[in-house]
């Protein structure tokens, strides 16, 4: 897997796990995904994600594509 996979795998995963903890322990785990929301639009405005940074550091291959 590279970089940019990881990172759309984890925001949606992310998203989903907070929509479930939303539903069936509290409403206010929905911020949760209102965090990755906000993070994914700072990404696309800034082009910084902490989480990509922290995976290429890891020595996670970059997609070759674009």
Known sequence: ???DRIVHLVAGTMILISIAL??????YWIGLAAFVGL???????????????????AGIKESNCG
Do not use: E
């Open 1 to 3: 897997m590279t970089v």
């Open 22 to 27: 939303a539903h069936f322990v509290h409403p």
């Open 39 to 57: 993070n994914l639009a700072q990404s696309g405005i800034t082009n910084f994600c902490p989480l990509y940074s922290m995976l290429k550091k």
